[in-house]
């Protein structure tokens, strides 16, 4: 069977005028993952609002690496499936949003949580408060995420200085770190794969 194209799969969620108008597009754009770029500097920007069909079916994918966290359907030691789903979660913040996924013994999710929110540079994240959000879910393990709304993912001192401080911390509450992701639009970084945990 021969493989759909954007504008056809477009169609069959919002119709054809819908995805005619749409399919000059990027997909990041249309889904609400990133928000349009302005191509000249003397242009008007006008509003895009997702439409809702594509905005249900975004929070359905969403919704569908959650349900697989949560069953311990994904296999953690392969992070892919981790990072679509933080990806869809924040990489296309212009804040930085700085996430917990609370883990169980089993590696599955009990909870998926920001925990704080920043400005477009940085977030102050509080050691105390994480490991009492650890120990109020009854977490053994946990994934750290955050997002750098610059566009490029690779961690700074101070990420690296955080997770170190974070680990200590946890450690001391028998509560695993099991990576750290910085996410920047579609791309992400792996504590773990850098060998930085």
Not at 78 to 84: F, M, T
Not at 108 to 115: D, G, Q, V
Request: hydrophobic share 45%.
């Amino acid at each position: 069977m021969k493989q759909k194209s954007n504008a056809e799969l477009l169609a069959l969620l919002v119709g054809n005028d819908t995805a005619k108008a749409l399919a000059s597009r990027p997909l990041v754009e249309i889904l609400g993952f990133a928000k349009p770029r302005q191509q000249h500097l003397c242009e008007e920007m006008t509003p895009y609002v997702v439409h809702p069909a594509l905005a249900a079916a975004k929070e359905l994918f969403k919704r569908c690496f959650s349900e697989q966290l949560s069953t311990g359907d994904l296999n953690l030691s392969s992070p892919a499936a981790v990072q679509s789903f933080l990806c869809a979660e924040i990489g296309h913040l212009e804040h930085e949003s700085f996430w917990c996924l609370w883990m169980d013994a089993q590696n599955r999710l009990i909870k998926a949580e920001e925990l704080f929110r920043g400005t477009t540079t940085q977030t102050s994240v509080y050691p105390r408060e994480v490991v009492k959000q650890a120990i109020s879910v009854n977490a053994t393990g946990v994934i750290f995420a955050h997002n750098h709304p610059s566009g490029f993912p690779e961690p700074s001192r101070a990420d690296q200085t955080l997770t170190s401080a974070l680990k200590s911390a946890l450690a001391l509450v028998d509560v695993r770190t099991l990576d750290h992701f910085v996410i920047a639009g579609n791309k992400a970084l792996s504590f773990a794969e850098r060998g930085l945990l």
